[in-house]
């Protein structure tokens, strides 16, 4: 099984900053990585596949980036609507996909 | 507008069966190969088993393999998680998820609750 490391659990950032999410994987994914946003009570939204395309809809201020083991999730400048739960996901293993256990993006 | 609805979650004492549904509007439900993704409470995101389009392809997690059995029926554009041996770590949300590689649509989750 491919385990996916999040960090920080937690992230405090002030609106209009810039929040930098890190994912490592226990082996390479190559590119075949995406980013979830969560929040309370809703399910997961697909933000970022292919480590950097953002998926329909998503604003520009979210970009990936990364390969092998090592992602990054950007967020350039914090909206209120931003603050939530961030999830990685490999889909190398496909269709056994593992996600990490999350980065909770909170407001400081 | 794509919609999935899940519907089927309750408590159920552990040992017990319990039947998810997903329905599916809004695509090709049959040009999809659709999983179920679960999330214990306060957990993270937990994949759970993937059938493809034509259901000729299945694959399940450890965890529920020999215990969970998933269907889907094209025509009635339904996906279907039967659940037997229900154990306590089973509890979480439940969520059907339409397959591109990745998850593009979710539906809203139902919480199956395992506990006497």
């Known amino acids: 099984e491919i385990v996916m490391t999040q960090s920080p659990a937690t992230l405090s950032v002030s609106p209009g900053e810039r929040a930098t999410l890190s994912c490592r994987a226990s082996?390479?994914?190559?590119?075949?990585l995406a980013w979830y946003q969560q929040k309370p009570g809703q399910a997961p939204r697909l933000l970022i596949y292919?480590?950097?395309t953002r998926a329909t809809g998503i604003p520009a201020r979210f970009s990936g980036s990364g390969s092998g083991t090592e992602f990054t999730l950007t967020i350039s400048s914090l909206q209120s609507e931003d603050f939530a739960v961030y999830y990685c996901?490999?889909?190398?293993?496909?269709?056994?996909?593992?996600f990490g256990q999350g980065t909770k993006v909170e407001i400081k | 507008e794509v919609q999935l609805v899940e519907s089927g979650g309750g408590l159920v004492q552990p040992g017990g069966s319990l039947r998810l549904s997903c329905a599916a509007s809004?695509?090709?439900?049959?040009?999809?190969?659709m999983n179920w993704v679960r999330q214990a409470p306060g957990k993270g995101l937990e994949w759970v088993s993937y059938?493809?389009?034509?259901?000729?392809?299945?694959y399940y997690a450890d965890s529920v393999k020999g215990r969970f059995t998933i269907s889907r029926d094209n025509a009635k554009n339904s996906l279907y998680l039967q659940m037997n041996s229900l154990r306590d770590e089973d509890t979480a949300v439940y969520y059907c998820?339409?397959?591109?590689?990745?998850?593009?649509?979710w539906g809203q989750g139902t919480l199956v609750t395992v506990s006497s």
């Open positions: 998820a339409r397959e591109v590689k990745v998850v593009d649509y």
């Open positions: 809004g695509f090709t439900f049959s040009s999809y190969s």
């Open positions: 059938i493809s389009s034509s259901s000729s392809t299945i």
């Open positions: 082996q390479s994914v190559s590119s075949n």
């Open positions: 292919g480590a950097s």
């Open positions: 996901q490999q889909y190398n293993n496909w269709p056994r996909w593992t």
